[in-house]
């Protein structure tokens, strides 16, 4: 078995078809039939069965891709880090979740250490299973997730499953994201019955790894409102908010600057779910100093918290 061949196996899932892979690979279908054949045999398992739409991985083949996703990530990772380089060259890939505290973060981060050598650039903001699918195959270095108290465990025993380490950025309350011209948004204190009527702006792609069905009765029962308007796209958000009556979202804390932008106020709630933002890594990761200098960012955004909760101004 030897590194190609794993390339191999993961290009044929990808594709589903080993006509197709044997394209994208530059090679011959039967020569990529008679390697993937050898691997079996050296394995003594069948990775790939064939159907009539093209070939799926059998149960032991997903388990077999899965730990050569893990090795071709890390071998391209050292490959990485230890190609030449130039002083000049930027490079920084990560997934976190919609949260405008990490886009402010990550804008001072390209401000301050982005020179005029080459970049490259890959912020990705998606769910939280995304990023951790991003991470453990490789197409982001780094990962944050966002996990509620009572789900952190389910995250936890997941990202042990999938050979990843984390360690906590940044543990808050939940808050209330509202136009200044919301009629709660005058009230100093704002309890959890009384968004009865008004419409909630959530994220559509939050996942859990896995509740027990008492968990996900108290999910459900907290979670709550009967109007919502689910989005997929932060950027939509802000303009929801400021332009559609009622609407609100629970959301981290946010720089004061930015609200006042966009005519926005966080309001606290005492139902706010207290929750936590991770960063994840694959096992045994070197951190560059790309890496660290936006973690270091991050750090100075979360401990002199410019942020304003409770304010109408």
Known sequence: MNLQQLRYATEIEKTGSIT???KNLY???????????????????????????????????????????????????????YKPRSEKDFSFSISVPRATYLTAAFTDFL?????DGPIDVHFRETSSMAAIQDVASGSSQLGIIR???????????FLSNMHLECKPIWEFQMCLLMSKNHPLASCNEIVYHMLDGYIEIAHGDFQVPSLTAADLSETAKNMGSKRRISIYERGSQYDLLKRLP??????????????????????????GAVSK?????????????????????????????????????
Not at 50 to 71: D, M
Request: charged share 25%; glycine share 6%; proline share 4%.
């Open 20 to 22: 197709k892979a044997a």
């Open 27 to 81: 090679m011959g279908q039967p020569n990529l039939s008679k390697s993937i054949k050898e691997l079996e045999q050296e394995l003594g398992v069948t990775i790939f069965e064939r159907t009539t739409k093209g070939v799926k991985p059998t149960r032991i083949g997903l388990e077999f891709l899965s730990y050569a996703h893990t090795i071709l990530a890390q071998m391209e990772e050292l490959e990485s880090l």
């Open 111 to 115: 401000t301050e250490y982005v020179g």
């Open 147 to 157: 996990s509620e108290n009572i789900h952190e465990r389910y995250f936890l025993n």
């Open 246 to 271: 009622g609407t609100y979202m629970w959301v981290s804390p946010i720089p004061c600057s930015i609200l006042q932008e966009n005519g926005l106020v966080l309001k606290e709630c005492a139902v």
């Open 277 to 313: 933002d991770l960063l994840i890594t694959r096992t045994g990761h070197i951190f560059t100093k790309e890496e660290q200098a936006f973690l270091n960012t991050v750090r100075r955004f979360t401990e002199n918290n410019p942020f304003q909760v409770g304010h109408t101004r």
